[in-house]
């Protein structure tokens, strides 16, 4: 799986947009950009995952690149309970992965009042 | 609520113990996955079962004995553990069509004395 760069942590003012970005270089063709995040203490929740195309849900909207290198994942209004740290992961949907660690450091975001 | 449950939530044993950790899905998955999380370290792949069949075991001690008695439910059995073990233990399922999407219970948090 193609590895992701990550700011370590980011701040973000309660009512307005947090914008995560993810850097993948070396994604290829097939590879995904899926988003997780973790709020303390508690297990991995999804948010979202894309190919090519712009995607939004009910949490969060993800921006891909058209070169697909690089992605960001928008809050739109984000929320005390938002506070958590975000992981950016790119892997093939239908493989196993073999990477021991696959959640790499993610970006701990702070939604202060 | 993602649908997937761990018990205990909290345990606490000594060394010479034997312990299992349970999960349970009600999503209709057929893969599910033990992590381990360890203080300030990434989420580290433990097992994966796919469609009720061990598919990697990813070089993890044999104090760690894993079970999936059907697609519904995955185990980890524990014995003669050590203070290193201590760390959250997070089960999680999927549709095997797509690994990316992964929906995790809440852990168990494992403390060895």
């Known amino acids: 799986d193609a590895k992701t760069t990550q700011p370590p942590s980011m701040d973000c003012a309660e009512g307005r947009a947090a914008n995560l970005p993810c850097n993948h270089s070396?994604?290829?063709?097939?590879?995904?950009v899926y988003w997780y995040r973790q709020i303390h203490s508690q297990g991995p929740q999804y948010i979202i995952h894309g190919l090519k195309n712009n995607e939004t849900n009910e949490m969060a909207s993800l921006i891909i690149t058209e070169d697909r290198k690089s992605s960001t994942l928008i809050l739109p209004h984000a929320t005390l309970r938002d506070t958590a740290v975000y992981y950016c992961?790119?892997?093939?949907?239908?493989?196993?992965?073999?990477?021991?660690?696959?959640f790499g450091p993610g970006t701990s975001l702070s939604v202060i009042p | 609520e993602t649908g997937v449950t761990q018990t205990p939530r909290h345990l606490v044993m000594g060394m010479t113990n034997k312990k299992s950790l349970k999960c349970e899905q009600h999503l209709g998955h057929n893969a599910m996955y033990w992590y381990k999380q360890s203080a300030k370290k990434p989420l580290e792949l433990m097992f994966v079962y796919s469609l009720e069949e061990r598919v990697e075991n990813n070089s993890v001690p044999s104090r760690f004995s894993p079970e999936c008695p059907n697609s519904s439910h995955l185990f980890l059995h524990l014995h003669t553990l050590q203070p290193e073990d201590s760390a959250l233990y997070l089960c999680a399922s999927s549709q095997v069509a797509d690994r990316g999407t992964q929906y995790f219970g809440p852990g168990t948090r494992l403390l060895v004395l």
């Open positions: 992961i790119v892997r093939v949907p239908l493989k196993t992965s073999y990477d021991k660690v696959i």
């Open positions: 070396t994604i290829s063709g097939n590879e995904y």
